[in-house]
């Protein structure tokens, strides 16, 4: 568990983990020069029970102290966790369960329930379940909740650890080495972990270097399963210029790279809006982006419309069609189903979810 500066929500975390039903583990903190008064909850943990191992260091990032932890861990399985959320009492149970019955299997997730900062439940985060269908979410997002593993240490070591280069995104991108090793990665179909979710959290702080460092994570996994070398230069920085320079075929689509450095384009203002527009259109390589971007040109010409920049969102909606006639269809489809009542369609609860890791 990287610690840096917990606050009120490190001591909840930490007894979460001692009040585990499965009680063969150990517990490291990881103090990563903290300087709210972390420290002090850390060491009465630390010296009220014997399996609390606490390291302090300089501030120096959470890659560097994840590291730290894989190289100080003595288990088989390591459990990662973090210091704002809370794991339920048989989450190492089932997960250690299910490691020792799948000899192939590197890591094991579950779904999360999404809590406030008081603790208040917002709604169900899903995983997928079963190894084709945690294969398929990988393709454009993490699989896995990280602070919801266990992993295997052998298979994790295995690949390397964490590359720091990922800083924001280096569970993304230990995932898919670990899937491009021909290890399996599954989630337990069941809620072993309470997620917070705060103004604090890195996808919220810094959603444009998160965004940058998944999509060169997804580029480097295609070229190694291409058998070409990893792109990623150890100490180099990953930024949209590195995106830049890759081989054309494994090059983000100009949509792609507007959206994780902007946001979403649905929310964002006109200007924006119709100078990404214009940026799609001159993507010297649309011919191999043309159902990305029409896709984005879609949500772009729908965000137009509701700013009421009608002729705008009429070219943007023209261009969506020129580019491909499919994602325009099945976008009208998808429209259409949301207006027909729950009961036409079979479903008889309504429960808020998102599907797939943040």
């Given at each position: 568990?990287?610690?840096?500066?917990?606050?009120?929500?490190?001591?909840?975390?930490?007894?979460?983990?001692?009040?585990?039903?499965?009680?063969?583990?150990?517990?490291?903190?990881?103090?990563?020069?903290?300087t709210d008064g972390s420290a002090a909850v850390m060491d009465r943990?630390?010296?009220?029970?014997?399996?609390?191992?606490?390291?302090?260091?300089?501030?120096?990032?959470?890659?560097?102290?994840?590291?730290?932890?894989?190289?100080?861990?003595?288990?088989?399985?390591?459990?990662?966790?973090?210091?704002?959320?809370?794991?339920?009492?048989?989450?190492?149970?089932?997960?250690?369960?299910?490691?020792?019955?799948?000899?192939?299997?590197?890591?094991?997730?579950?779904?999360?329930?999404?809590?406030?900062?008081?603790?208040?439940?917002?709604?169900?985060?899903?995983?997928?379940?079963?190894?084709?269908?945690?294969?398929?979410?990988?393709?454009?997002?993490?699989?896995?909740?990280?602070?919801?593993?266990?992993?295997?240490?052998?298979?994790?070591?295995?690949?390397?650890?964490?590359?720091?280069?990922?800083?924001?995104?280096?569970?993304?991108?230990?995932?898919?080495?670990?899937?491009?090793?021909?290890?399996?990665?599954?989630?337990?179909?069941?809620?072993?972990?309470?997620?917070?979710?705060?103004?604090?959290?890195?996808?919220?702080?810094?959603?444009?270097?998160?965004?940058?460092?998944?999509?060169?994570?997804?580029?480097?996994?295609?070229?190694?399963?291409?058998?070409?070398?990893?792109?990623?230069?150890?100490?180099?920085?990953?930024?949209?210029?590195?995106?830049?320079?890759?081989?054309?075929?494994?090059?983000?689509?100009?949509?792609?790279?507007?959206?994780?450095?902007?946001?979403?384009?649905?929310?964002?203002?006109?200007?924006?809006?119709?100078?990404?527009?214009?940026?799609?259109?001159?993507?010297?390589?649309?011919?191999?982006?043309?159902?990305v971007t029409a896709r984005f040109l879609l949500h772009a010409s729908?965000?137009?419309?509701?700013?009421?920049?009608?002729?705008?969102?009429?070219?943007?909606?023209?261009?969506?069609?020129?580019?491909?006639?499919?994602?325009?269809?099945?976008?009208?489809?998808?429209?259409?189903?949301?207006k027909v009542p729950r009961s036409a369609r079979g479903i008889g609860?309504?429960?808020?979810?998102?599907?797939?890791?943040?």
């Amino acid at each position: 568990m990287p610690v840096y500066n917990g606050g009120s929500y490190l001591a909840p975390a930490i007894e979460s983990i001692l009040g585990q039903s499965y009680t063969d583990f150990e517990l490291i903190l990881l103090d990563d020069g903290s300087t709210d008064g972390s420290a002090a909850v850390m060491d009465r943990y630390a010296e009220a029970d014997s399996r609390v191992r606490l390291v302090r260091a300089p501030h120096r990032g959470y890659v560097a102290a994840l590291n730290d932890g894989l190289e100080l861990a003595r288990g088989r399985f390591i459990a990662r966790m973090d210091a704002d959320d809370i794991a339920l009492p048989d989450r190492f149970y089932a997960q250690v369960e299910a490691l020792q019955a799948r000899p192939h299997l590197a890591v094991i997730g579950s779904h999360v329930e999404e809590i406030d900062q008081a603790g208040r439940r917002l709604g169900l985060s899903l995983s997928p379940v079963g190894s084709r269908a945690v294969t398929r979410v990988a393709e454009s997002a993490s699989p896995v909740h990280h602070p919801a593993v266990l992993m295997r240490r052998e298979a994790v070591e295995s690949v390397g650890g964490y590359r720091p280069e990922f800083e924001v995104a280096q569970d993304y991108d230990l995932w898919l080495r670990i899937l491009d090793a021909g290890l399996e990665i599954d989630n337990l179909p069941r809620v072993l972990l309470r997620y917070r979710c705060h103004p604090g959290s890195v996808s919220s702080t810094r959603p444009a270097r998160q965004g940058v460092c998944s999509l060169m994570a997804r580029a480097a996994s295609r070229m190694r399963r291409d058998d070409l070398p990893d792109p990623v230069i150890p100490g180099a920085a990953v930024d949209p210029e590195s995106l830049s320079g890759l081989p054309v075929a494994y090059r983000p689509c100009a949509t792609e790279v507007w959206e994780a450095v902007n946001g979403p384009v649905r929310r964002a203002t006109a200007d924006d809006v119709i100078a990404a527009v214009e940026s799609a259109s001159g993507d010297a390589h649309i011919g191999r982006c043309q159902r990305v971007t029409a896709r984005f040109l879609l949500h772009a010409s729908a965000r137009l419309f509701i700013l009421r920049r009608y002729a705008d969102s009429w070219r943007a909606l023209r261009h969506a069609h020129a580019l491909d006639l499919l994602v325009v269809a099945r976008q009208v489809a998808a429209t259409v189903a949301l207006k027909v009542p729950r009961s036409a369609r079979g479903i008889g609860y309504s429960v808020s979810t998102r599907f797939g890791p943040r």
